[in-house]
């Protein structure tokens, strides 16, 4: 069942890497590609990656080489106007790229067409990881990746066989998510100490990495300072100054 399948989603981060056949990954790709895209634009793009040499530079890179290392597949997801350019130029037209809505239609495509890739790997018994570390080295990964102006990297997936059974994470209750008619700030003076406790004990009583840890301590120290903040020089550096 399709709600069964989505709520029990676990990152997988080892692999029995054991790889996926070209068919394989053109039958997730094609899936995936039905995703909604805004205006029909499908500002995206996937760089599979086959050559061992460039995955071991690509593991490097988003400092995650053990899931590249063993993963049955990797991809690596971008957003994309080149090929919007160009079909502006074969009607002879010149489009403009360079918008922060732009930026916000890519990155909303790619994460859409990713999510329905993820799916449809776990609906055939594969697990997949997302790699945001990739944006630790964007100008380094595009130039390994061939990537031209106007094409960034988001994030990478990693897919394969799992290796690993890992627990899932409790998710904030749907109070906390669901907001009826109107913001309510209040709500979370009560629902996130009750959620601290709830991942306090999910911590705690995981079969692997277990730690002294809840929610809302974890995200006040991930971000009390910017990060990745060479991002705004990179994106612009690839025709995006979000004018």
Request: proline share 4%; with cysteine.
């Amino acid at each position: 069942m399709v709600l069964n399948l989505l709520s029990s989603h676990a990152s997988i981060r080892t692999y029995k890497n054991d790889k996926l056949s070209k068919e394989e990954v053109f039958e997730l790709i094609a899936v995936a590609q039905h995703a909604a895209s805004s205006h029909f634009v499908q500002a995206y793009s996937v760089i599979w990656v086959t050559d061992e040499q460039i995955k071991k530079k690509l593991g490097d890179y988003s400092k995650n080489p053990q899931q590249m290392e063993t993963a049955g597949a990797v991809f690596v997801c971008c957003v994309d106007f080149e090929r919007l350019r160009i079909a502006g130029q074969l009607n002879d037209t010149d489009i403009v790229t360079d918008s922060a809505e732009n930026v916000m239609v890519g990155t909303i495509d790619v994460a859409l067409f990713a999510q329905n890739l993820a799916i449809a790997a776990e609906s055939k018994g594969y697990g997949i990881c997302y790699i945001g570390g990739v944006r630790n080295n964007p100008s380094e990964i595009s130039e390994l990746l061939n990537l031209p102006l106007n094409v960034f990297p988001v994030f990478a997936m990693t897919m394969g066989v799992p290796n690993e059974q890992n627990g899932i994470k409790p998710r904030l209750p749907v109070e906390a998510i669901l907001h009826e008619n109107g913001y309510d700030s209040e709500k979370y003076n009560t629902l996130l100490p009750t959620y601290d406790k709830t991942m306090e004990q999910y911590y705690a009583s995981r079969s692997s990495n277990q730690k002294v840890a809840n929610w809302t301590k974890s995200m006040a120290e991930f971000l009390k300072v910017p990060r990745r903040t060479h991002l705004k020089k990179f994106l612009e550096d690839k025709g995006f100054s979000w004018k």
